[in-house]
């Protein structure tokens, strides 16, 4: 049994789904066709959020997880655009008018194009240029909202960005990857203390936490002690160290005895956490990002799930595990993200029924969640994978701009409204 006041609903982000976002780094970056396809209208929800809200009250979402662009609220250094800011305090009303909560991420992996242009987060003025746009929104909107997200998966984007170089700026080094995510932790902390100083007063008292994005990992050749000490390097740097750095605001252990000293203070209210797959890794040498492992092929292992449409792993077990690990932080846990890119529905109703009863299955231990939100609301832009990924409860026909509800949108639903699992034959089509 989910509790009454549980949280059910589904996420976006601004970029994936808005459409035009022509000021933002990522559309400089499609622009110079470092990717497949280029997000141009993606699903019209800039103009269509309310019809979009007006679905998801349909489907007994209490909800809703979304981000601001900051590109459009300040497409050019410290000029503000009045009518992007308007637009994000409409969507608000739009949301409350329909009865679902917000939940509002501030930093969705895109930036405005002059901030990349300068340097993104490289640039000695970043904090301060971010925190700038979090003041503003949170003039806008601060009053009407309660949960905040400050960065959504902040060692994705640093990988994808900084490592891997797949994502906009583009670069393959660890050791600015190392300084740029302090960087983020930085900016983390004081988006924290401004939203609590701005709004601690108000009527809804804020609550600050970060997506994380976890991964479970397990080695490739469990009677190789190579292949499980990566794994554990992996584990411990990718899902623990990344989640414990943002709770305390300092990447480093001396950093942390310094302001343990000063008094030990938290950057958390909550956690959100992000779930998709597991990886298999082995061990890949001793020096540099090699320490971290490489993940394996799935085809050399017979015990493991289905895999989406992208080839990641379906291993619902893994979103018990990364609650039972989250636990440690004694934080409530709010599932900001979980879902699956599937051209047949049938298994996007399996993969919400296998989820949820591991979510249950965790809560009835002990563990504090209080929400559930699907990724995603509708179809939209996968990144640099382009729009082949289906991963909504609706599914956007890219031509029409026209929404139809799947089938796996009214089961979840159901679970939303009896407050229960559901059995899956008995949804209807
Ligand atoms: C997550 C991202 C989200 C979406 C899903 C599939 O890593 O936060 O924007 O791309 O994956």
Redesign the pocket.
Known sequence: MFPPAFLWGAAT?AH?VEGHNIHSDWWAWEASGKVKERSGAACEHYERFREDFALAQQLGHNAHRFSIEWSRIEPEPGRWDEGAIAHYQEVIQALRERALEPVVTLF??TSPQWFSEQGGWRHPQAIERFSRYVERVLEAIGSSVRYWVTF??PM?YVYQGYIAGVWPPGQRSWTAAFRIFERLLHAHTVAYHLIHSRLDHSARKPVVGVAK?MVIFNSCNPRSWKDRFARWMRHRCFNGVVASAFDRGHLLPRFWLAAKRAGYRRYLDFIGL?Y?TRDFVHFNGWTGGKVFGEVCSLAHHRDTGPRNSLGWEVYPEGIYESLRQLTRFGLPILIT?NGVCTNDDGQRVQFIHDHLTQVSRAMSEGVPVFGYLH?SLLDNY??HEGFAPR?GLAEVDYATQERRVRPSARYLAAIAKTRQMVAMSGVPP
Do not use: D, K, P, T
Request: glycine letters at 0%.
């Open positions: 982000s994936q969705h992996f959504n998966e994705i994005h992000n998709y993200e990724w996968e990144w991963f």
